[in-house]
């Protein structure tokens, strides 16, 4: 027997070869078997060696003789190494010494055997098919854990510790090989003894024998491990997302994973073997195979082991798409591989132009911007810089952008002091909750003019902690003048300076908290100048005005630092008094503002006697809240006017009738809800353009059976005070959407109509909602044609929540005003937010509009900022053509008031529509 490696070279050579041959074992191993065989037998040899088989050959001993031998071949591997194994028997000798041969031979063999890391079989097909195993080397038993003797076949031919989803591939080549008398190529999982699985690989080459018996003699080798690794990379390969392709040195494919199959559309067996191009389209394609090509000669790359390159890919669709491609080389044996790794870059191409566009965009709006974008950021060692500025700093500050980016402090320099300590503090919270930081600051431009800026940043955190803000900051400048003036005005007497009632309101509620729990008291003085309509009939209002002003400055210097003047209408002031000892310091401050007040009021070049009343009341004794204690210095002013000028009255119980009245209104007013005897009274509202009807208020009306017409003013008042209010806004509600749809049936007028909600059905909102709605399902009437007005308090009190009500009932097709707007404080930064369509000036601005010069600047401002918000605006009250007139030019849309109509009944409604009465308006707007 003699065992050759690959290269045809000895590696094993037995006693028996060394017999036959003459040769010594030392001589022989390690020098080509080709020597053994007769000149011009050699190719018998190497065929032997490539292919296995049997054949016979002309061999050559070491004494120069010749013989004929009988050779069989049987190729093997061993721990990755390829082997043959050659079996020679001398034809034409004696069969005592071929039997000694032989025995000789398959000692050897079996020896051979033994040692080889695996399992040698021999397997048999009958000529019915029928397959068996019987040789097994006790490799079995290694690998595997059966002796030879517990292998079991089953029907098909099956060896029994063949992996189930293996058996009817590895029956199907075994049977392919004994029909074509190819070589058998063997790989498939065998389950151990153990219930393990091993991979097992090997290849038997097949002869015929006599009577059709066809025989393997083979090798299975264990693979475990490789194929495990095969298989892993395989996995991995596969999952990857990115496109990994192996090339050989020519740049033919080799191998493709899962995701270039996805990506380009070819199956994996229709690349193998084709050039990479075929992937690129043209040019790309033959720029690519001329690359391959130099590289190979040259050895010059561009390409490969550079980096990630841009190019086109195509898919088998003939689409082509944006393509990364990463190439490198390894060398494996001596051999060249490139390994291709690429992705389909499509989104992120997109992406970069869609973020080209953006910034390009982004700096267009920052460019045409009235304000300032900014990039801020809080490093973590505390330092604040800004890296990046709009020219708008160059407009709104007056400052260069480089100049803060190079100098952060320079923006902290300009801010006001309180507006720095502010934005520090805030910058602060910010960093720290990483809420939006909402930024209102005063500067001081380089010119020297003081400047407001808007603004709100969300922060983000970049590796290593430093806080970044992007954002906007608005030039607010005009619309914080508006605002302060607004405030201003919602705050302080426009004629006399001083404050008004939402400000005393205000006040006193911040004097409450502060005396509640100690041991001081407030006083509340009601104040009415005695017949001072004589001066306003006699010299007339603007001197009225200067007496007003001349008086209020007074009161405040006899009120004290510790006291508050505001003025309530007309000749009418309130005086808050705190820090009160008892009722007796009260008195005496009363009486020495009474005494103080008869001593002539100097008013330019001329003095007025003056007398002043006042009503009195002190806190907690007479009343809790603000709105009781001036109710009742109000009473106790109405009885010490009754007394005569310059007099003081105290509030006492005694003054409680009107509380009686009150209490019986009450009652009256509830047996009334009941019997539904509240309806409404319709004052129409007209265009001042045209001149035509195109809304209407509808205003709350009682028919008492018993008294006849009751004045809103008296029980709207009761209604609020003990929560009926509700109940009556419902049934006048109820009744106008009744009417209305009523005169769009008769084809008379489709207007919309407003209804007042009071603020206690502001704030509960579903129980509106629902009313809302189960009164148009009753009345048939469309959301359109129903306006709702709130007041401008009620708005303000909860201003969030104000402002999602107001949006829902939008939604639901709603319309929303503001009524009475200018009686209570609305900041613009709330009033932008509502979704309303429509202010309505108070009437008390209205009335002396003509000829109040502080009235007139109020409705200007209403009129500008409505506009300025898209609102229109609709005034109350119009009484005379002067007002008209005034309204008219200023801009005012709509007008409401006795001018054209006073609030009608239902029936009267109804024939003014049917005149088709009109309003005659100015020339200027028609």
């Not at 994973?257 to 992937?279: C, D, K, Q, T």
């Not at 491609?325 to 992705?343: D, K």
Request: contains cysteine; glycine residues 8%.
């Amino acid at each position: 027997m003699i065992v050759l490696d690959a290269q045809g070279v000895v590696r094993g050579f037995d006693a028996a070869a060394e017999a036959l041959f003459g040769v010594a074992r030392l001589d022989i191993e390690g020098k080509a078997a080709a020597r053994l065989l007769a000149p011009g037998h050699e190719s018998a040899l190497a065929d032997l060696n490539d292919r296995g088989g049997r054949r016979a050959a002309l061999c050559l001993r070491g004494d120069g003789t010749t013989f004929t031998a009988d050779i069989s071949a049987a190729l093997a591997e061993a721990q990755g190494v390829r082997l043959c194994v050659l079996t020679l028997c001398q034809l034409g000798g004696g069969c005592d010494a071929l039997e000694s041969a032989l025995i000789q031979a398959e000692e050897r063999l079996a020896s051979i055997t033994a040692n080889v890391p695996g399992i040698v079989f021999q397997r048999l097909m009958a000529p019915d098919g029928t397959i068996s195993y019987p040789f097994f080397t006790a490799g079995l038993r290694d690998l595997l854990g059966f002796e030879p003797e517990e292998v079991k076949v089953n029907a098909e031919g099956c060896l029994h510790f063949v992996h189930w989803a293996d058996r009817s591939s590895h029956v199907a080549m075994i049977r392919r090989s004994a029909a074509e008398m190819d070589p058998c190529v063997e790989e498939f999982r065998a389950i151990t003894q153990q219930g393990a699985v091993r991979w097992l690989r090997g290849t038997s080459r097949p002869h015929r024998l006599a009577q059709g018996v066809v025989m393997w003699d083979g090798l299975l080798i264990d693979v475990t491990d490789r194929k495990q690794a095969e298989l892993r990379l395989e996995m991995i390969m596969d999952h990857a997302a990115d496109c990994i392709i192996t090339l050989d040195e020519h740049g033919r494919i080799e191998s493709v994973n899962a995701a270039v199959e996805a990506l380009f559309g070819y199956a994996g067996p229709e690349m193998i073997g084709h050039s990479v191009s075929m992937l690129m389209p043209r040019p790309h394609r033959d720029q690519h195979d001329a690359y391959v090509s130099r590289y190979l000669e040259t050895g010059e790359g561009m390409i490969i082991g550079q980096g990630a390159r841009e190019l086109l890919g195509q898919r088998k669709d003939g689409s082509i798409f944006p393509l990364e491609l990463t190439t490198s080389e390894v060398r494996m044996e001596g051999n060249r591989i490139f390994i291709g790794i690429g992705r389909d870059v499509t989104r992120r191409k997109q992406t970069e132009a869609a973020l080209r566009e953006t910034e390009l965009r982004l700096g267009n709006i920052a460019a045409n911007m009235p304000g300032v974008v900014f990039q801020r950021v809080l490093k973590p060692d505390g330092s604040f810089a800004i890296p990046y500025v709009s020219d708008g700093s160059r407009l709104v500050m007056g400052v260069e952008p480089a100049e803060l980016t190079a100098n952060p402090d320079l923006f902290l320099e300009m801010l006001a002091p309180e507006s720095r300590s502010r934005f520090l503090g805030a910058l602060s919270r910010s960093a720290k909750t990483f809420e939006p930081l909402d930024e209102e600051l005063e500067l001081v431009a380089r010119d020297g003019q003081r400047r407001w800026l808007r603004g709100q940043s969300r922060p983000r955190r970049l590796d290593g902690g430093t806080i970044v803000w992007d954002g906007v900051l608005l030039d607010v400048t005009d619309r914080k003048q508006v605002e302060e003036q607004l405030a201003y005005l919602a705050y302080h007497d426009p004629v006399t300076k001083v404050g008004n009632r939402p400000l005393f309101l205000d006040r006193f509620a911040e004097a409450r908290e502060m005396a509640t729990g100690g041991d001081r008291q407030l006083g509340v003085l009601s104040l009415g100048i005695d017949r001072f309509s004589i001066i306003n009939s006699t010299l007339g209002h603007s001197t009225g005005d200067r007496v007003l002003a001349a008086a209020a400055s007074r009161l405040v210097t006899l009120a004290g630092p510790g006291g508050l003047v505001a003025r309530i209408g007309g000749d009418r002031f309130l005086i808050l008094l705190t820090n009160l000892t008892g009722e007796r310091e009260l008195l005496e401050t009363a009486e020495m503002i009474v005494g103080s007040c008869k001593e002539p009021l100097p008013v330019d070049a001329e003095e007025f006697d003056l007398t002043i009343s006042i009503g009195i009341c002190l806190w907690p004794r007479d009343g809790d809240d603000a709105e009781t204690l001036v109710r009742n210095a109000d009473a106790a002013l109405l009885r010490a006017k009754g007394t005569g000028p310059g007099s003081m009255q105290m509030y006492s119980e005694e003054m409680n009738a009107r509380a009686v009245r009150t209490l019986s209104l009450h009652h009256r007013l509830r047996r009334a809800i009941d019997d539904e005897e509240l309806v409404a009274y319709f004052q129409p509202q007209v265009d001042v353009t045209t001149g035509r009807v195109v809304g209407m208020e509808a205003l709350a009306r009682w028919i008492s059976p018993e008294a006849g017409m009751i004045s809103p003013g008296e029980f709207i008042p009761v209604a609020e005070e003990y929560g009926l209010i509700d109940a009556v806004c419902e049934q006048v509600l109820r009744d106008a959407c009744r009417q209305n749809k009523r005169w769009q049936t008769l084809g008379l007028a489709k207007i919309p109509v407003a209804v007042n909600i009071s603020g206690r059905q502001f704030q509960h909102a579903r129980r509106l909602v629902y009313l809302l709605e189960s009164v148009l399902d009753e009345t048939e009437l469309e959301a359109a044609y129903l306006e709702l007005e709130l007041t401008e308090s009620s708005a303000m009190r909860d201003a969030d929540n104000a402002i999602a009500v107001v949006a829902n009932l939008r939604e639901m097709g709603f319309a929303c005003a503001i009524d009475d707007f200018g009686t209570g404080y609305s900041s613009l930064s709330v009033l932008k937010r509502f979704p309303i369509h429509k202010l309505k000036i108070d009437r008390s601005f209205v009335m002396d509009v003509t000829n109040d010069s502080n009235d007139a600047a109020i409705v200007n401002a209403i009129i500008a900022m409505a506009h300025a918000l898209k609102l229109k605006v609709v005034a109350e009250g119009v009484e005379t053509t002067e007002h008209l007139d005034f309204l008219a030019h200023r801009g005012c849309d709509q007008i409401q008031g006795y001018l054209f109509s006073r609030p009608l009944a239902a029936a009267d409604m109804e024939r003014l529509f049917i005149e088709g009465r009109t309003l005659a308006v100015p020339s200027i707007v028609s």
